[in-house]
């Protein structure tokens, strides 16, 4: 019985390591994402955008006042300023540029002077949109700038960037197809995922019949097979035991028939008697012996019925974990199908920013197509996946079944062991009885 729930502890380790194989590839699937979102902003947009950027050139300020702005390898400017109230360092910038500045301090907001309009000087907020080391800037009229820093700041100097301005148009475009190609990453690796996840459920569901197989396996040899060689063994036992009993009762009520009839019985007779008595005492001690004997066996059966008793309890256990488990995952899998619906819907609303777009969509609508063909691909996987809980949680249910069954034998099993230890004890007081009697016939032989 141990070899067997060692068998079943393995196979749930199996299952552990399986869920942690699962981990691990969730948190793969996350990391590439975030690198996969990165290296196409970085590569399929950031290196075009730079090269046509014009009159490209950093500034830097020094925290004693010096300060130079740059065009690539070219010192274009250079000496020593204060930041002023009226932005008079600023002014120093306008000279011979078409682009526009942005000159920020750590810790305060970032301050940009707009080359294309020399008359405004914002002091804006900003945001990232697309993560890594450039971004996007909104302005307050929903503007989209593109910021591309040239030089990273130190502790020991302040570092102004230059940003090129994009229209509207243009950078909006450039934003939704990098949007669309990180949206597509996204699918592509959930449904990856899911895949995988159907694959970690079918090994969960194959080492969860596995563990099904054991207790059938288990309960029949271990119990069921062995509970019934026990009766038999014992039906045979208590038998001839029942039989000695009755042949012992016809020999004692012979001899008193034949003791009581014949007051003058002849020495024959008597000796015959003498022998059928020694017959008698020799059924009684062997009634006795055989009694002690079972009784015995009656103990052994019960301390088994005690292990059957604890295999019972630890089935019990492994089975309501396994049904906690199979709830864990049934979570899961709503969560599944609520991402596949927001795949869907994020599909829906991309189809119409496609028929807005008009004859400029057709690449748009591809993507478009694929997010569809994904999404439903998804949600068929989905579907098979909640088949296959539908059927693990019948076989927790069977396997429960089974546990109450195995139970209810084992109750009746300690009826039947406590019932055939009475009847025993009875035999032992009858047996008894018969010893004392004979004395008292040995006594009346005598006189």
Same mark, same amino acid.
């Given at each position: 019985?141990?070899n067997?729930l ?10 552990g390591l399986?869920?942690?194989? %699962?981990?691990g ?7 590439f994402?975030?690198q996969?979102s990165f290296?196409s902003?970085?590569?399929? @947009? ?6 046509s950027i014009?009159n490209s050139?950093y ?7 010096d300060? %130079?702005y ?8 250079s ?11 600023i ?5 011979g540029t ?8 750590e810790?305060?907001?970032c301050? @940009?002077y ?5 008359s ?7 945001? %990232?949109?697309?993560g890594g080391e450039?971004?996007?800037l ?9 910021? +591309?820093?040239? =030089? ?6 302040i570092?102004?960037m230059?940003?090129a301005r994009?229209?509207?148009d243009?950078a909006?475009?450039? @934003? ?5 190609k990180?949206l597509?990453s996204?699918?592509v690796?959930f449904f990856v995922?899911?895949v995988?996840?159907f694959?970690f459920?079918?090994?969960i ?5 596995? +563990?099904t197989g054991?207790?059938?396996k ?7 097979l062995?509970?019934?060689e026990r009766?038999?063994r014992?039906?045979d036992e208590?038998?001839d ?5 009755f042949?012992?009762a ?6 008193y028939?034949k003791l ?9 007779d008597r000796e ?7 017959h008698i ?10 009694e002690g004997h079972?009784?015995k ?8 019925? =005690? ?5 019972v ?5 492994v089975n %309501? ?11 899961y899998?709503?969560?599944i199908f609520?991402?596949t619906e ?6 829906l609303?991309?189809? +119409?920013?496609?028929?807005k ?14 997010l569809?063909?994904?999404s =439903?691909q998804?949600?068929?996987n989905?579907?098979a996946i909640?088949?296959l809980?539908k059927?693990?949680?019948n076989?927790n249910e ?10 209810s034998?084992?109750e009746?099993?300690?009826g ?12 032992r007081?009858?047996?008894? =009885?018969l010893n004392?009697?004979?004395?008292e016939y040995?006594?009346?032989e005598?006189s």
């Amino acid at each position: 019985m141990s070899n067997n729930l060692i068998k079943v502890h393995s196979i749930r380790f199996k299952i552990g390591l399986a869920m942690l194989l %699962s981990l691990g590839i969730l948190i793969a699937a996350y990391v590439f994402i975030q690198q996969y979102s990165f290296e196409s902003y970085e590569k399929g @947009f950031m290196q075009d955008e730079l090269n046509s950027i014009a009159n490209s050139f950093y500034v830097t300020i020094s925290q004693d006042g010096d300060f %130079s702005y740059s065009s690539k390898d070219k010192i274009l400017k250079s000496g020593k300023n204060t930041i002023n109230s009226d932005n008079s360092l600023i002014e120093n910038f306008k000279e011979g540029t078409k682009s526009s500045i942005c000159i920020f301090w750590e810790n305060e907001p970032c301050l @940009f002077y707009d080359g294309f309009d020399n008359s405004k000087i914002y002091d804006k907020t900003w945001k %990232s949109v697309m993560g890594g080391e450039s971004l996007f800037l909104v302005d307050e009229n929903n503007n989209y700038s593109l910021y +591309v820093p040239l =030089k990273q700041p130190s502790t020991s100097e302040i570092v102004g960037m230059i940003y090129a301005r994009k229209s509207l148009d243009d950078a909006g475009e450039v @934003f939704e197809k990098t949007k669309s190609k990180q949206l597509v990453s996204i699918v592509v690796i959930f449904f990856v995922v899911l895949v995988e996840t159907f694959c970690f459920l079918k090994i969960i569901f194959s080492s969860f019949r596995r +563990v099904t197989g054991q207790i059938d396996k288990m309960v029949d040899s271990d119990l069921e097979l062995e509970f019934e060689e026990r009766d038999l063994r014992r039906n045979d036992e208590i038998g001839d035991l029942a039989r000695a009993a009755f042949d012992l009762a016809n020999n004692i009520k012979d001899a008193y028939m034949k003791l009581y009839q014949s007051s003058g019985i002849s020495i024959k007779d008597r000796e015959k008697l003498g022998y059928q008595v020694q017959h008698i005492e020799s059924s009684a001690d062997n009634i006795l012996f055989n009694e002690g004997h079972i009784s015995k066996e009656l103990d052994k059966i019960s301390d088994k019925n =005690k292990d059957a008793t604890l295999f019972v309890q630890q089935i019990s256990v492994v089975n %309501s974990r396994d049904k906690d488990y199979i709830e864990e995952i049934e979570r899961y899998l709503q969560a599944i199908f609520a991402i596949t619906e927001e795949t869907r819907l994020v599909s829906l609303g991309a189809i +119409v920013e496609a028929t807005k777009l008009g004859d400029d969509s057709k690449g748009y609508v591809d993507i478009v197509d694929r997010l569809q063909v994904l999404s =439903k691909q998804a949600e068929d996987n989905a579907y098979a996946i909640d088949d296959l809980l539908k059927s693990m949680k019948n076989l927790n249910e069977d396997n429960t079944d089974r546990i109450k069954d195995l139970d209810s034998l084992r109750e009746s099993e300690e009826g039947h062991i406590f019932n055939t230890s009475e009847y025993l004890n009875n035999i032992r007081l009858e047996a008894l =009885k018969l010893n004392r009697v004979l004395a008292e016939y040995k006594k009346v032989e005598k006189s």
